[in-house]
């Protein structure tokens, strides 16, 4: 995908955002929960609870031909110094498989977030895990189980790649 690009979030993208978001529930998502799950969800994430997660976190958008088409967010982990936690990752459900999720986690990879984190930690949906698996994310303290979020804690030590 020659013509993608990421930028930062601004807040004329929250609708667009919101969109691409709400998608994923009721098209990706919903196959692991429950619709009653994914309309509590979409009614969580309107554009002003974008705009909320863009005012802490660093949120950056993928854009193909100025399309939005994806979107993640990297913030501190509840004010940490040295852990971060990456949010809101998702892609448009019909470009899914196509390079456009790893890109993000590449770009959130860089943000300064990231860098100076010992411990980055993501709460995956069923449905992402794997694909956060394959970006080198491990089970938190090696427990495979959901949370009573509905989320798996997966975590990645920036220690370990320091030493490689």
């Known amino acids: 995908m020659d013509n993608l690009k990421i930028r930062r979030f601004n807040n004329d993208d929250a609708v667009t955002v919101s969109n691409l978001i709400c998608r994923n529930f009721f098209e990706v998502n919903i196959k692991d929960y429950s619709k009653v799950e994914m309309e509590s969800l979409a009614e969580i994430y309107s554009p002003g609870k974008v705009n909320m997660v863009a005012g802490y976190a660093h949120m950056y958008v993928v854009c193909i031909d100025k399309k939005i088409v994806g979107c993640g967010s990297i913030s501190s982990f509840w004010g940490s110094k040295d852990e971060s936690i990456l949010l809101t990752i ?75």
């Open 90 to 164: 998702f892609v448009l459900p019909e470009l899914q498989g196509k390079g456009i999720g790893r890109a993000i986690i590449g770009k959130l990879e860089q943000d300064e977030y990231f860098l100076r984190a010992k411990r980055i930690e993501i709460p995956s949906s069923i449905t992402a895990r794997k694909f956060y698996r394959k970006m080198a994310y491990d089970y938190k303290d090696g427990i495979e189980k959901l949370d009573d979020e509905g989320h798996y804690r997966l975590e990645k030590f920036r220690i370990l790649e320091l030493l490689k």
